[in-house]
């Protein structure tokens, strides 16, 4: 299961989250749990309550059929697969909080709520004047599947709601732009032509307005461009040198990065860290083995008067 990883700064909103939908599961859980434990007579007695106050209800509504009708085994039936209901719904809230992709570990709330519905069957089994019933098993797991799906569809609103979220992102570039339309941006390549004449201008990295973005990546491509001259007396000089690291991230995203030459270098391989970067720009890369600072005087002393405005 893909979490939320402890070396990224987790959102305030999140911690609250897990703190207030896991708190809330317990309590559903343990009520269900307190109701199973109850004798007969006093089960018997919250029913009867409960039975009273809908047909109160139903006859102010202008239903006094339907009030007359509703008996003791549908309000237990009802209080069992709103109990389930209400719990599928907590847990997969709790999911979306304890994972980036809560739909691809569905089965995990599934089986929980199963799980509680033989475990609610069992405490009956030794409650006085209680049985256990395979109907309600289903009936109960019925209700899991009600709130997990109830759950899904407020996620996906508030998803399509959000501008910033990655889901309405990508929904949108595959209604709009073709799937299977090959990346548009391509590795850099010899260019005979610039080696040459120099014509074609190097890019500079481009900080953005944006702050820096701190991102989990692993580097799996490094890219360079670079002018070599040799004059008669066999003396070489590079000029308007380019390096280009290409990452990837967790979420399966490609970042093309601007470095100098020294980070182009240390920066390895294979090593999943923190990057921080902003634009295009590397600022500082974390790995378990070390760490690379990207020199921020780098471009501006390397590159010739003209290209720097």
């Known amino acids: 299961m893909e979490r939320y990883n402890d070396t990224e700064r987790t959102s305030l909103w999140v911690i609250a989250g897990r703190v207030v939908f896991t708190a809330a599961l317990i309590a559903c859980i343990w009520f269900i749990f307190s109701n199973s434990m109850a004798v007969a007579a006093v089960s018997s007695g919250s029913s009867g309550r409960v039975l009273a106050w809908m047909r109160i209800i139903l006859r102010r509504l202008g239903q006094p059929g339907l009030a007359e009708h509703l008996t003791m085994h549908i309000v237990r039936k009802l209080a069992h697969f709103c109990e389930y209901t209400l719990e599928g719904f907590l847990l997969m809230l709790c999911m979306r909080v304890y994972s980036r992709h809560p739909l691809r570990h569905i089965t995990v709330p599934m089986l929980g709520g199963v799980l509680t ?70 590795p850099l390549e010899f260019n005979r032509e610039y080696y040459i004449t120099g014509e074609r201008p190097m890019r500079k990295p481009n900080r953005g307005k944006n702050p820096p973005r701190t991102v ?71 790995y378990p083995g070390g760490e690379v600072n990207e020199d921020q005087d780098a471009f501006t002393s390397a590159m010739p008067a003209a290209r720097r405005a």
Not at 131 to 159: E, P, R, Y
Not at 160 to 170: A, E, H, I, V, Y
């Open 216 to 286: 989990i990546a692993v580097l799996v491509q490094k890219v360079d461009e670079r002018r070599r001259t040799m004059d008669p007396s066999g003396t070489m000089k590079l000029y308007n040198e380019y390096y280009e690291l290409i990452f990837k991230t967790r979420k399966g995203d490609v970042l093309h990065i601007v470095t100098s030459k020294k980070a182009y270098i240390e920066t390895p391989f294979h090593q999943q860290g923190q990057l921080t970067f902003q634009g295009d720009r590397l600022i500082r890369f974390q």
């Open 117 to 186: 519905a033989l475990t609610d069957e069992t405490i009956q089994l030794f409650s006085e004047g209680r049985s256990s019933q395979v109907a309600d098993v289903w009936l109960d797991s019925a209700g899991v599947l009600a709130g997990i799906l109830v759950a899904i569809v407020l996620l996906l609103v508030v998803m399509l709601g959000s501008r910033q979220s990655p889901f309405r992102q990508k929904l949108s570039k595959l209604l709009v732009q073709n799937p299977n339309a090959a990346d548009r941006r391509q």
